[in-house]
């Protein structure tokens, strides 16, 4: 065999031993899992109530929405880098052995529980039990180790617009299908869905949504959100990978995974 031919040899049969990801796993990473799928209540509203902008200037962000209602931005950067380090596969390789801070999924978020990432992923990485209490509920969101995520972090790309006066901060999360956060509010910021989708409702600072703050949002949709009057309804929208929403300063949120998700968020504090 000619020398030159070799490594086109080696190259053949590398190609045929390494499986060719579907085009599925290309959509949502290797994160749908075979197993039990999420709760009935687990879909998307009938009606999106949040405008979504792919042509927004700064100048028009800060007059027509930094200030005063949230917005879905599209098309603002480009974070499929990010994306593909971000596939389960992927992950487990580089942080499998990290220790992540996992958090109760109540208002409040008192309870931290440390494990390492693969535990979390391959054991607990589950959908939520509709009947389980928010604050028995454990997610990955938010205590991140910035010096070990940093090989990750560097990789991605903020939306462009900023707040005078404010510092961004990331917070990366991955979750089930079916959990989420209830309602909160804190300062702005931005939240992109890597993969999977999650819902979101928003209320304006002066318009206290009732809810239960150690119950989920999955129970509070099934047992509040029917019966509201369409005056009583927040705004929502499910948010596509792909897609950043913003929200404005003390603005009411609460979330929901419609499928295993992965998202990042940019506080401005």
Not at 65 to 81: K, Q
Not at 110 to 132: A, G, N, R, T
Not at 141 to 161: C, V
Not at 179 to 198: A, C, L, M, Q
Request: aromatic share 14%; proline share 9%; with cysteine.
């Amino acid at each position: 065999m000619a020398l030159g031919a070799r490594p086109l040899l080696w190259l053949a049969l590398w190609t045929l031993a390494v499986p060719a990801r579907s085009s599925e796993e290309d959509a949502d990473g290797g994160w749908r899992r075979p197993g039990p799928g999420a709760p009935a209540a687990v879909t998307e509203e009938e009606h999106c109530t949040v405008e979504r902008r792919a042509d927004l200037s700064y100048a028009e962000f800060v007059q027509r929405y930094a200030f005063s209602r949230p917005v879905i931005l599209r098309g603002l950067t480009d974070n499929s880098r990010f994306r593909d380090l971000c596939t389960r596969q992927r992950l487990l390789a580089s942080f499998g052995d990290s220790v992540v801070r996992l958090s109760t999924a109540n208002t409040y978020s008192y309870q931290k529980v440390d494990l390492p990432f693969q535990k979390y992923v391959e054991q607990m990485l589950h959908p939520q039990d509709p009947i389980s209490m928010g604050n028995d509920t454990l997610y990955f969101f938010g205590d991140n180790n910035f010096t070990e995520w940093a090989s990750l972090f560097q990789h991605y790309s903020p939306p462009p617009f900023s707040l005078l006066g404010t510092t961004p901060a990331y917070s990366f999360g991955i979750a089930g299908a079916g959990s989420g956060v209830p309602f909160h509010w804190h300062g702005p910021g931005f939240s992109e869905v890597i993969y999977g989708r999650k819902r979101w409702f928003l209320y304006p600072p002066e318009k206290t949504p009732e809810f239960h703050p150690n119950k989920t949002t999955l129970s509070w949709l099934r047992d509040i959100y029917p019966a509201l009057t369409p005056s009583a309804r927040p705004l929502e929208c499910t948010i596509q990978a792909g897609e950043v929403l913003y929200f404005p300063d003390r603005w009411w949120h609460a979330t929901l995974n419609l499928d295993t998700s992965v998202f990042i968020s940019t506080f401005l504090s």
